[in-house]
């Protein structure tokens, strides 16, 4: 089954720890993407990548990390200086020849 | 004001109802437009592009206004399980595939 996989589904951590959330496609996508929603909020554009080893920042990145080694994967570090880190994380990947995009199942990072 | 509004929510309607959604859009560079479907605490899945010429799938149909920058959707004999948040969403094709998500309108249908 081709698809996007997040990983974990549910993540808890201490205030002041850097946690890493997991993307992983094979849908043979070049670009992936990052985003988080709040609570009655829309999705907000956190990083994003259109090809292997290169990256650019969206909207919310200051206190967020990436990195894009392989085609099939985009991991997001949530560091210590993300103020709010409390919220649902989503990946996304798009093909190209479209401009849709596909989501990942998320990722609901509560920090304690 | 923010880049993409959409009606405030909920919308409550009853089994077989005809609801229509709308939504605007502040960035004239927005190329392409798409509804979303998200269920509660899942990811937003594809409901429909959205083309100048308007498009229809099924029950629902989309239309685009650019010279209004006004997106609509509407659906028609609602089903229970149509019950979901759709989010209104524009991309700007030059900033890297970027996609600008509305806040979602909260569709309740009852029986």
């Known amino acids: 089954d081709g698809g996007i996989t997040q990983s974990p589904k549910y993540l808890f951590r201490k205030e002041g720890q850097n946690v890493t959330l997991s993307c992983e496609q094979n849908l043979n996508h070049d670009a992936m993407y990052w985003y988080r929603q709040d609570p009655g909020q829309g999705l907000r554009l956190i990083y994003y990548s259109q090809i292997v080893n290169d990256f650019q920042k969206g909207d919310i990145a200051e206190g967020y990390s990436v990195s894009r080694e392989k085609k099939e994967s985009f991991p997001l570090t949530v560091t210590s200086a993300q103020k709010n880190p409390t919220a649902f994380y989503l990946c996304?990947?798009?093909?190209?020849?479209?401009?849709?995009?596909?989501f990942g199942p998320g990722t609901r990072l509560t920090v304690l | 004001r923010k880049e993409v509004e959409q009606d405030p929510g909920p919308f409550n309607v009853p089994e077989g109802a005809t609801v229509a959604f709308n939504c605007t859009y502040s960035?004239?560079?927005?190329?392409?437009f798409f509804w979303y479907r998200q269920d509660c605490r899942k990811e937003p899945k594809l409901l429909m592009s959205?083309?100048?010429s308007g498009n229809e799938d099924g029950r629902f149909t989309a239309q685009l206004n650019r010279a209004s920058q006004y997106i609509s959707l509407l659906i028609r004999d609602s089903k229970l399980s149509d019950s979901a948040t759709y989010l209104c969403v524009a991309g700007v094709d030059n900033q890297g595939g970027k996609l600008i998500f509305g806040q979602g309108t909260e569709l309740s249908v009852k029986p």
């Open positions: 959205v083309y100048s």
């Open positions: 960035n004239s560079a927005s190329q392409s």
């Open positions: 996304a990947s798009k093909g190209q020849g479209g401009d849709e995009q596909f």
